[in-house]
């Protein structure tokens, strides 16, 4: 069974930093791209940053140059380094992958982990 699970999460002060991780485990043949959504209270999910199975990448404007994706391909993990935390940075994380498993292909979420950034 596929499962994405992230950690890393929890309350910090604005300015500071915070690593999330999201580990993709079961039968994976490959991985096309995986990618970081948050969901602020009262706000629709939006897409942070992806990253593709080439390396290349997507963020949103609101958080480049402060947060940074990266990977890990031999753990199928992938990390989401978040500096100069803001207020407005408060949601829930969530990981989304996309998968091939053998034959077929699928697309995955974890079960998000929440981040309270305030002082």
């Known amino acids: 069974q596929v499962q994405l699970v992230e950690s890393g999460g929890g309350l910090v002060q604005p300015g500071g930093s915070l690593r999330l991780s999201c580990a993709a485990s079961?039968?994976?043949?490959?991985?096309?791209?995986m990618a970081w959504y948050r969901q602020a209270p009262g706000k629709q999910r939006e897409m942070v940053v992806g990253?593709?199975?080439?390396?290349?990448?997507n963020y949103a404007e609101s958080v480049k140059g402060r947060f940074t994706i990266s990977r890990a391909n031999a753990k199928n993990t992938v990390y989401l380094q978040m500096n100069s935390l803001k207020p407005e940075d408060t949601a829930v994380y969530s990981c989304?992958?996309?998968?091939?498993?053998?034959?077929?292909?699928?697309?995955?979420w974890g079960q998000g982990t929440q981040v309270p950034v305030s002082s």
């Open positions: 079961g039968n994976i043949v490959s991985i096309n791209f």
């Open positions: 990253i593709t199975s080439s390396g290349s990448t």
């Open positions: 989304n992958a996309g998968l091939g498993l053998g034959t077929r292909y699928s697309t995955y």
